[in-house]
């Protein structure tokens, strides 16, 4: 079984996205867990993607490739998995902040928090604060993660941060913040629980966040 776990795991890292199915496929036939498949084939291979993106081993296009062959293998678990009541991670509120449509970055770390196995809302681009709060209520969410490329649209992180305390969210769901110009220093400045310098850092953070 461990075998069929590393074929799907090392398809998963070439972007082999009929492949992975198949083997999820067979990997199911063969009684293994779906919860296994999920952690020990598909995550534990969009984790050595995640890596060597952070070491510059890969870049974007290869963990765009890695991530349609993961949710192709997840598009054949789910129903399984559903079924086994298996949870997600978490779920995380994800969004461009207002007045910034820029969204590569955001898209990036879209991949890796769903690559660990989160439950992730895109809002998009040109987010407002109300319907970071808005989602974050309506989804029970874990974590409101915020992105921004432009310095002029940076405050705005603090204006979600600020909603989030008056809506009385701030108790359950943490805030992260990132993108280019953002620094720790004014993720301090601005209340955000983690900042992180780039997307698969920023997904490990997350993990850690939802298990502390």
């Known amino acids: 079984m461990d075998d069929i776990m590393l074929e799907i795991s090392e398809l998963l890292q070439k972007g082999r996205a009929p492949l992975v199915k198949e083997k999820v496929q067979q990997a199911l036939e063969n009684g293994c867990s779906p919860k296994d498949i999920l952690e ?48 997600s991670a978490g779920c995380v509120i994800l969004g461009t902040v207002k007045g910034d449509l820029h969204d590569i970055g955001k898209n990036l770390v879209k991949l890796m928090l769903e690559g660990k196995g989160f439950q992730v809302v895109d809002l998009g681009v040109n987010v407002s604060a109300e319907q970071f709060v808005k989602a974050a209520q309506e989804h029970d969410a874990d974590i409101v993660c915020c992105s921004a490329l432009l310095t002029t649209t940076m405050t705005e992180m603090k204006s979600v941060e600020q909603a989030l305390r008056d809506a009385g969210l701030r108790e359950k769901v943490k805030f992260m913040v990132g993108g280019a110009p953002v620094t720790q220093a004014f993720a301090d400045s601005v209340g955000a629980d983690c900042y992180t310098p780039d997307a698969a850092t920023c997904a490990e953070e997350a993990l850690r966040l939802c298990r502390a």
């Not at 510059?56 to 890695?66: K, Q, S, T």
């Open 40 to 87: 020990q084939g598909l995550l534990a291979g969009m984790d050595v993607i995640g890596e060597k993106f952070r070491n510059n081993e890969v870049f974007v296009p290869e963990v765009l490739i890695a991530a349609r062959a993961m949710n192709n293998g997840i598009a054949v678990l789910k129903p399984h998995l559903a079924a086994m009541g298996v949870e």
